[in-house]
């Protein structure tokens, strides 16, 4: 369990890295996938991060904690920089991006991961301020 714990830690940690060396919104891009492959990679977490998604109480949803903690900071960042929409929660984002718990990793995935990730980012993107000023946009001026 420790083990779990420490990797789990090393995926909330590379959220503050990321933050540090990109915009918010390719950071938040990029730790989706980091966690998404992550999740492909140990058995269980999938339906770990669902139950802790769900907001019912579960055994050992505390060493979650830091993946929700990162999580939310990007999503501030992002909120911050006008490249979301504001008021995403944790809860909404963890909902959002469920797709991925549900895809097959023994098939061809990538390419269907990136396609879910882009996805949910537009979605994100969509009504955000930073975008919205942007001539050429839906609810940008031309003028």
């Known amino acids: 369990m420790e083990v779990y714990r420490y990797e789990m830690l090393q995926v909330a940690n590379f959220a503050e890295h990321l933050l540090e060396t990109r915009p918010p919104d390719e950071a938040l891009r990029e730790w989706m996938t980091r966690l998404a492959e992550y999740a492909m990679n140990k058995a269980g977490l999938a339906n770990a991060i669902r139950e802790v998604s769900s907001g019912r109480d579960c055994p050992g949803k505390e060493s979650y904690a830091p993946v929700a903690a990162a999580a939310q900071s990007l999503l501030d960042a992002n909120e911050k920089a006008g490249t979301i929409r504001p008021g995403v929660t944790t809860d909404d984002f963890f909902l959002a991006i469920a ?39 839906y609810g940008g001026s031309n003028s």
Not at 114 to 123: K, S
Request: aromatic share 16%; charged share 25%; no cysteine.
């Open 99 to 137: 797709g991925i718990w549900q895809i097959n990793f023994n098939d061809e995935w990538k390419p269907r991961l990136v396609w879910l990730m882009d996805f949910v980012m537009e979605g994100l993107r969509a009504g955000a301020p930073a975008r919205l000023k942007r001539p050429g946009f």
